[in-house]
């Protein structure tokens, strides 16, 4: 695996262990963890 494909992965990881919540309830005002992320990666 190249160094910047494992960048890519290990970014989209970080995101969506510490970044990516859903919302629910009324208004919106309570936070979940999400179980995954959808994500593409295109390499030129």
Partial sequence: MSIHRQAMLDTL??????IAL??????????Y????ITAAIFEH
Avoid: H, L, P, W
Avoid at 33 to 36: C, P, R, S
């Fill in 13 to 18: 990881t970080y995101a969506e262990d510490n």
């Fill in 33 to 36: 963890d999400v179980k995954g």
């Fill in 22 to 31: 859903t919302r629910r309830g009324d208004g919106g005002y309570t936070q």
